[in-house]
């Protein structure tokens, strides 16, 4: 299990950059005065995370995510008894922890868990907002501050990995997609430090390949694949290798796909 605390302030003491593209903030804000549980939908690299660690260090509240995936039990997010010294004790998992100190609880990409950790989210996405410990017996109420926010990528959704009616209605629920160009070339900007004429290329290039229908792609240029191609760029790579490494071949493994893009890639970067 992937387990960490968000970084609450940079180092001027300001929440880590996030724009907004519309009332993401707003809504993030008054569904946690409300205490009202979150789910954020949207493509991969489209700054879901992000918009959460901006949100948590701005409202002042600890953050916990979870990075989900299909080996994820409900005893890894509540905790487990573990044998110490031939003792036993009880150790709070990140979910319990959350509870207990009014944190923000963010589980990342949760249909990739067990089906299991869902039922266990019920009682705190409702008005309850309680944790049952089975194993201690433990009835554990929400500290003040706590919320529960999770997210998907709606794109990955089959029969096999979808939220049920009854957990996707006890949430708010947030839709983000890529920001506008506008947008776009100044995350690329302030987060890797290029120049605005290189984030627009890098924005151009993302909306080329973001209009490929007919390559059979799992997913396509995001947000932060632009961002880490910025970064090489900035470290002294040519824009063209760049955005092969960073972009093209991160996209895809299969010869003729990589070869497709490439020439998208060719037609709006140059030589350069």
Same mark, same amino acid.
Request: hydrophobic share 45%.
């Given at each position: ?9 940079? /180092?001027?003491g300001?929440?880590?950059?996030y724009a @907004?593209?519309?009332e993401?903030?707003?809504?993030f804000e ?5 205490? %009202?549980?979150?789910?954020?939908k949207?493509?991969t690299?489209? =700054? ?19 990075s ?5 039990? +409900?005893?890894?997010?509540? =905790?487990r008894?573990?044998i110490?010294g031939?003792?036993?004790r009880?150790l ?5 922890? /959350?509870v207990? @100190?009014g944190?923000?609880?963010y589980l990342d990409?949760? &249909? ?10 019920h009682?705190?996405a409702?008005?309850?907002? &309680?944790?049952?410990?089975?194993r201690t ?5 929400a500290a003040?501050?706590?919320? *529960? ?7 990955y959704q089959? %029969?096999?990995? =979808?939220?049920k009616p009854?957990?996707?209605q006890?949430? &708010? +629920?947030l ?5 506008v ?7 690329? +900007? ?15 290039l +993302?909306q080329a ?11 396509t /240029?995001s ?6 191609a ?5 470290? =002294? %790579?040519p *824009?063209? &290798? ?10 895809t ?10 020439e998208v %890639? ?6 350069g």
């Amino acid at each position: 299990m992937e387990m960490h605390s968000a970084r609450q302030l940079d /180092a001027l003491g300001e929440p880590p950059f996030y724009a @907004e593209q519309g009332e993401e903030c707003r809504l993030f804000e008054h569904a946690h005065a409300s205490r %009202l549980p979150l789910l954020i939908k949207g493509p991969t690299g489209c =700054g879901k995370t992000r918009l959460v660690e901006h949100m948590a260090a701005r409202l002042g509240r600890p953050l916990i995510t979870v990075s989900c995936h299909d080996d994820l039990s +409900a005893a890894d997010l509540v =905790g487990r008894h573990l044998i110490q010294g031939g003792d036993t004790r009880w150790l709070d998992g990140p979910l319990t922890r /959350a509870v207990r @100190e009014g944190a923000i609880c963010y589980l990342d990409e949760v &249909v990739e868990a067990r089906k299991d950790t869902t039922v266990v989210l019920h009682p705190l996405a409702d008005d309850r907002r &309680v944790l049952p410990i089975e194993r201690t017996g433990e009835m554990l109420a929400a500290a003040p501050g706590f919320m *529960l926010v999770i997210s998907y990528n709606p794109g990955y959704q089959n %029969l096999l990995k =979808g939220l049920k009616p009854s957990t996707r209605q006890r949430f &708010v +629920a947030l839709g983000l997609d890529y920001p506008v160009p506008a947008v776009e070339q100044s995350i690329v +900007a302030t987060e890797s430090a290029c120049t605005p004429a290189v984030a627009a290329q890098l924005v151009r290039l +993302a909306q080329a390949l973001r209009r490929l229908t007919e390559q059979d792609l799992e997913e396509t /240029a995001s947000t932060r694949l632009l961002v880490m191609a910025a970064r090489l760029h900035v470290a =002294g %790579l040519p *824009l063209l &290798v760049s955005c092969r490494a960073a972009i093209v071949d991160a996209l895809t493994d299969d010869a003729d796909t990589g070869a497709a893009l490439h020439e998208v %890639l060719r037609a709006v970067i140059g030589d350069g």
